[in-house]
Structure formats: C-alpha cells, structure tokens
C-alpha cells in the first residue's frame, strides 16, 4: 500500500470511529478531579464543624477565666477596704490605759494581701492548658488540610496537558508579514476599547508604515463611537444612544430594529422613576417620541403610561421595579451593540477576541487528539498544514463564511485543493478534478457531459 494511501486509511479510521473517545477522555479526567475536590470539601467541612466546637470550648474556657479573675479582683478589694477601716486614724478604744491624749505607734510589718486563692490558681492553669491544646490541635487540623488543597492541583495536572506548545505553529510569527498582521489586529483590538493612545504606541513600536497606521484608525473609528455609547448605556446615559438612534431613525426602521423604541422605553421609566417632580417631564417625553411607534407598540405604550399610577408611592414595589434593575440597562446596552454593528456592517467583536475564544474553544479537543494520536504512534499526521486532523464545532458565533465539502472525496476543500466548478455546472475539488480527468476528458459524474478537464473554473464561497 502506498504512503498516501496508508495515511488516508489511518485518518478514515480516526473519522469513522466515535469521537466519544475524547469526550470519555474528558470525563474521566473531570471525574478523576472532582472526586479530588469533592474529598477535599468534605474535609474542611468537617474542619468546620470541629473548629466551630473547639472555639465554642475556648471561648467558655475564656469566659470562666475572666469570672474567676473578676471574683479575685472582688476579693482583694474588699480585703484592702477591711483594713483601712480598721487602722483608720483618730479612733482609740475606750480601755486605754494612757488616756486621752497620748499617742502609741507599733510598727508591724504589713501582710501582703493574698490576690488569688489555690483553687482560683487551679481553675486558671487548667483553662490555659486546655486553651492551649485545643488551638494546638486546630492548628494541626488546619496545616494539615493544606496537603489536601494541594492534591487537587496535582490531581489536575495529572489530568489535564498543560504543556500546550504541541499544538503550536512556531514557524508562524517568523514571517514578518504575519507579525505584521498580528500587530494590526492588536492595534485594531485597542483602538476599538477606546485606547487610542495605547495602539499609538504600539504603532510606533513595532515601525508599522503609514498605510497599514492609517488603515488601523480608518477601519476601527465607527466601532469607537459604538463602544463608547455602549459603556454609557450601561452608566445608565442614554443622551448619546437617542443621539444615535434618532440619526439613524430610518435605517433602524426598515431593519425592523427594536433598539430605538427600547431606548426611548428606557429613558421614559427613567424619568418617571424619579418622582412626583419630573411626572410632567415624563409626560412630555412620551408625547414627543412614543408618536411613531403607536401603531406598533401601542399595548406596551399603555402598559408605561400605566405606570403613573404608582408614582406617589415610587416604583420599587411595583411591576415597573424591572426597570430599575442593573439587568435591564445590561441587556439595552448589548442589544445596542448588536444591533449598531448589523447596521454598519461592522463585527461587534474584534478579530483578536474571535481567534483567541476560537482558539480556546478548540485547544481541548486538540490536545486530546494529540494524545490519542501520540499513543497510537501516527504523529505524523499532525503536518502542521492549515487544516487540523479532525474536525471541531465552533459556536455559531465563530462561522462567518461557507464552507465547501467536496461530494467525491467528502473532504473540506482548502486554498492547496480548491473547488472546480465544472462546465455542466456542478462543483467538486480540484484534487477529484484530477482523479476522474483522463488525460483532458472528463465526464462528470454526477451527469453524463463530458468535457475538457481544463475548462473548469474555481470558484469562491
């Protein structure tokens, strides 16, 4: 069997066969990890429940120490005031014999009043001792769990391929037009969040010419007022986006865009929210711009203007409480954007954040497949060419053109094997082309014409 042919074989194998194997991969791995944690959260739960026991103890032990100092304190000062009283001067006893008038003094050496019994000695070193035990055995408890966090990281690496290199094309950056492109959609990525300055910057860095500079600003300045309008929504101004929307009124209309009458919702509820004071002001604004979108809004118009009822009292208990919600001003602020870009036909995402989602979206699948492949000993397989040796299914977010699959050989057709459209009218790939051409002939094969092989033409999707 030719080389070819052997390659072919090994890679129908791989697509015939389920692809269930790398989702089993998956599982297994997630499994392997979650018993890790699962173990790990039982662990300190139960460090919860005995550390809430052991403070309990500690603090009851604290508790009777402070009691038994303050009975000592008591105590002692009851002692001292005894003694004032007894040796308080200017009081003789009426059985003197020096009568009146004389003065004896005895010097005695003062006993130093006793401040804290033996059995108050007792109760404190016990309190200490079991203070102490009982912070040494969560201590221990609380060191040891750290063994356990630590598992689940290697239990994780253990798993899951960190090293992701296998799956890089390092010869694609040492191509100065590629580097030069990555640095546009860098620069493109800043200019769209509003740092202008940054993507300057970048410009000057990285010696991008005037062209390719000029073309960065030109491309991305419309998104740049889109983004700015969409962060202000979202501060709850909406004076820019009615700006918009009423610039663009007509367009927005024939698109059947809901953002325009959602706007002018949005800031009547916001008006009305305010109070009794700005009811007129409210008043006004609906008469002004709900106008042209009776015909079709007119329940939902009489539900705002419903509203009014509730404004003595305001709007947080009320059905109209949605209004107020971060929610709401959210979802306005997306939908803008949305529809904003449809309309300018604009991306609302930049082509950096597309290709690093993609590619974080497809890195899972291609590191199992790597493995797979590793194990069976068929790298060679793996190319490095533009197309991958396995198909993955973006989000619908990440497809922005048509894709063709050649009906012969059921093989998506690429700039190395592109589609043929055929004089009869019907397309295949040029590699098929090739392979049903005697000589010049060809007949088609899904119709009896034939025709010069040379005649077909390729075609764009």
Not at 166 to 195: F, P, W
Not at 271 to 285: D, F, K, N, P, T
Not at 355 to 372: D, E, F, M, R, S
Not at 454 to 461: D, Q, S
Request: hydrophobic share 40%; net charge negative; aromatic share 6%.
């Amino acid at each position: 069997m030719r080389a070819v042919d052997w390659r072919r074989s090994k890679l129908t194998k791989f697509i015939a066969e389920p692809q269930t194997e790398f989702d089993i991969m998956d599982d297994e791995a997630c499994l392997t990890v979650e018993k890790e944690l699962d173990r790990v959260v039982s662990k300190l739960e139960q460090l919860h429940e005995i550390a809430s026991v052991e403070i309990g103890d500690v603090a009851s032990l604290m508790s009777e120490l402070v009691n038994v100092l303050g009975n000592a304190e008591q105590m002692l000062v009851t002692t001292l005031n005894t003694g004032t009283q007894m040796n308080a001067p200017g009081t003789s006893s009426t059985d003197d014999p020096m009568g009146d008038g004389v003065s004896m003094q005895v010097e005695t050496e003062p006993t130093a009043p006793q401040r804290l019994t033996d059995s108050q000695m007792e109760i404190i070193r016990e309190a200490i001792l079991k203070c102490n035990d009982r912070v040494q055995k969560l201590s221990t408890e609380h060191r040891d769990s750290h063994g356990s966090v630590s598992k689940i990281g290697k239990a994780i690496d253990r798993n899951f391929s960190s090293d992701f290199s296998s799956t890089m094309r390092v010869d694609a950056l040492q191509d100065e037009d590629n580097l030069m492109l990555l640095n546009k959609a860098i620069a493109k990525h800043y200019c769209r969040q509003g740092m202008d300055e940054v993507a300057r910057t970048l410009i000057k860095e990285c010696k991008m010419s005037e062209n390719d500079a000029q073309d960065v600003f030109d491309s991305e300045r419309e998104f740049a007022e889109i983004y700015s309008i969409w962060i202000q929504i979202q501060k709850r101004e909406l004076s820019e986006a009615l700006k918009w929307a009423i610039r663009h009124s007509s367009q927005l209309m024939e698109r059947h865009s809901l953002i325009e009458f959602r706007l002018h919702r949005m800031r009547f509820m916001q008006l009305v929210s305010y109070g009794l004071e700005s009811q007129h002001e409210a008043i006004v604004y609906a008469r002004t711009n709900f106008q042209k979108f009776a015909v079709r809004y007119e329940h939902e118009i009489a539900n705002l203007m419903a509203s009014f009822i509730y404004l003595p009292g305001g709007l947080e208990k009320t059905p109209y409480k949605i209004f107020l919600a971060q929610e709401m001003w959210t979802e306005l602020s997306f939908t803008f954007l949305k529809d904003a870009c449809q309309l300018l036909g604009i991306s609302k995402n930049s082509a950096l954040s597309v290709v690093v989602n993609a590619g974080c979206t497809a890195l899972p699948a291609l590191l199992n497949i790597k493995q797979v492949m590793q194990s069976r000993q068929v790298l060679g397989m793996w190319n490095g060419c533009d197309e991958l040796p396995i198909e993955i299914d973006l989000q619908p977010e990440f497809r922005f053109h048509s894709i063709f699959a050649c009906p012969i050989l059921r093989q998506q057709t690429t700039e190395d094997n592109p589609p043929k459209k055929l004089t009869c009218g019907h397309v295949i790939s040029n590699d098929a082309l090739h392979k049903l051409s005697n000589g010049h002939i060809l007949k088609c094969p899904y119709c009896p014409v034939e025709q010069n092989a040379e005649e077909a033409v390729r075609i764009y999707f």
